[in-house]
């Protein structure tokens, strides 16, 4: 339930931390972790493997908290200091207590002012922008594709990324960030996230430890990606179950509200249904958030250099999950 690089930016223009280079992932050195895709793939084929950002899982969060402070300050306080301003303009009060009144009218108002900017500022972060961002992982041209929050695409060489364990402490969740270095391979560049982000045992999180939990979410996300990269599909097809639908379009209500509820759905019995009146309500604003943006196009360059091959055996989602056998079969 992270929002870092979607409201606070990643910082750019600094040296990686020492942590930062201990805690590198190599795209070459393989891991002991079972790979895991952490319901983030959209699409998977010979060609190229794209991925939903990691804000998708919980989109509606911050529109759902952005409306209700509009709607629990503004028809108090907002109304409130107006009727200030009136009484003040009005006739029978000592001009000292028309000035207070005053006062406290106008401050009011600036304040719910304040507020009300700060949510609208808040919810066009995540309505009225786009579905998701996708990231486009080609393996033929090892090329890393990046839809920016702007608009723009990030695109740069898969082996010149720098990938590293990241750690937000006000949740105390981890992720794998990738990081654009400048010349000099310290100095960062650009800085963008995979699409998981979970919580780690201290194990895991320890500078240059090889041996890793079945906990460790975060590094069996990377693995997911990083064997597609090197290996191909046939190496973690049959981990994929479910492709998220928002191949050039939008979710569907139904799929908004699973994929919320979907968060929850390991939780023990009591947390979870604790935590379902929640979950409902954001899910109620994802349908808002879904509906007021823009589906993500990729510039016609990235979608030329993505061509899938005819008669590609990963080139159709029925094929996502299924054995070799069954492959096969539907491949015919």
């Not at 002991?32 to 939903?52: A, C, D, F, G, R």
């Not at 723009?152 to 949740?171: N, R, Y």
């Not at 509820?261 to 808002?288: E, Q």
Request: proline fraction near 5%; charged fraction near 20%.
């Amino acid at each position: 339930m992270d929002f870092l690089g979607l409201i606070a930016k990643y910082r750019a223009g600094r040296v990686l931390s020492e942590q930062e280079r201990g805690r590198h992932l190599e795209q070459r050195l393989r891991l002991n972790v079972e790979p895991h895709y952490q319901l983030s793939v959209i699409k998977m084929n010979s060609t190229y493997l794209e991925t939903v950002d990691k804000w998708f899982g919980w989109k509606g969060l911050i529109t759902a908290f952005a409306v209700i402070i509009f709607l629990m300050f503004t028809p108090t306080m907002g109304w409130g200091g107006i009727m200030w301003i009136v009484e003040a303009m009005g006739f029978g009060s000592s001009p000292l207590d028309k000035s207070v009144l005053l006062a406290n009218g106008i401050g009011m108002v600036c304040v719910v002012a304040g507020i009300n900017w700060a949510a609208l500022w808040l919810l066009r972060k995540e309505s009225f922008a786009y579905t998701h961002y996708p990231i486009r992982f080609n393996r033929k041209t090892r090329m890393v594709h990046v839809f920016r929050t702007d608009g723009t695409v990030l695109s740069t060489s898969w082996e010149k990324i720098f990938f590293t364990l990241g750690h937000m402490p006000q949740w105390d969740e981890w992720e794998v960030r990738g990081h654009v270095l400048e010349a000099d391979n310290l100095t960062t560049q650009e800085t963008f996230a995979l699409s998981y982000v979970g919580m780690l045992n201290p194990q895991d999180t320890a500078v240059g430890a090889v041996h890793f939990s079945d906990q460790d979410f975060v590094r069996a996300h990377w693995e997911f990606i990083r064997r597609y990269m090197e290996d191909g599909p046939q190496a973690v097809s049959s981990q994929v179950q479910f492709c998220m639908p928002v191949d050039k379009c939008r979710e569907s209500p139904r799929v908004s509200v699973e994929r919320v509820f979907a968060n929850i759905a390991g939780a023990p019995f009591i947390l979870y249904w604790i935590l379902f009146p929640f979950c409902l309500v954001v899910s109620l604003f994802r349908l808002i958030a879904m509906r007021t943006s823009k589906v993500p196009q990729w510039p016609e360059e990235v979608e030329a250099s993505c061509v899938i091959d005819p008669g590609d055996p990963y080139g159709s989602t029925d094929l996502i999950g299924a054995t070799p056998r069954q492959r096969a079969q539907l491949a015919q």
